[in-house]
């Protein structure tokens, strides 16, 4: 975790990856994606203060804090924003926080390509839902769910299986049928994400 040094009288509470921090008196606060947090995860975030200073008071609205010292835990209750309350010596400084829902993630198989060769599209066994490898945070997402649709070259009629979990194996006999020109469309996703179940954006692949 990256610090930023702290010079008497400033209180500064940060997270990972840092954005510009807000300034109010004496105290200042920062964190990742301009002073974005999200719920339904943990966000961790520090304090530091000049040797000497009264540990911080700290409370917050619209969500949990945990944790002790100049280490502590912010644990939005919704994606409404919150207030992260600063109280240090008598000094008493109020901000305010965006809170965002976690982005769907991808629904992927094999190297997650919308174009995706034979080879490759049989050879996998399972399936997986994705981030964007932009999201500065880590979150696991798991496919509770999904209806496949195979049509296209192979396929005089559309033809329809579904899934329960992350493996193949229900569908791995119409896999093996596919050839050059088929289309596997991959609708009702539903996935499990750290903030509870959604239903992510339909997916379609076209093999060569």
């Not at 995860?41 to 002790?68: C, H, L, R, V, Y």
Request: net charge positive.
């Amino acid at each position: 975790m990256k610090k930023i040094i702290c010079f008497f009288p400033l209180v500064m509470v940060y997270c990972l990856p840092f954005a510009q921090p807000l300034k109010k008196g004496n105290i200042a606060i920062s964190a990742d994606k301009m002073n974005i947090l999200y719920f339904g995860i943990d966000n961790p975030i520090s304090f530091s203060a000049p040797a000497g200073s009264n540990m911080p008071q700290i409370k917050i609205t619209n969500g949990q804090i945990s944790g002790e010292g100049f280490n502590r835990i912010v644990r939005p209750d919704s994606d409404r924003d919150i207030t992260i309350t600063v109280n240090t010596g008598g000094l008493v400084q109020t901000f305010p926080f965006h809170v965002k829902r976690i982005p769907d993630p991808e629904f992927k198989i094999g190297f997650g390509n919308s174009r995706i060769s034979l080879i490759e599209f049989k050879a996998q066994n399972y399936c997986r839902a994705e981030l964007s490898k932009d999201f500065p945070l880590d979150c696991k997402f798991t496919i509770l769910e999904a209806t496949i649709s195979f049509s296209g070259n192979g396929f005089p009629e559309i033809k329809s299986s579904k899934i329960n979990g992350n493996s193949l194996e229900n569908i791995k006999t119409l896999m093996n049928q596919c050839v050059s020109g088929s289309v596997v469309t991959i609708e009702n996703i539903k996935v499990q994400g750290p903030d509870g179940v959604r239903t992510i954006n339909d997916r379609t692949l076209t093999l060569f």
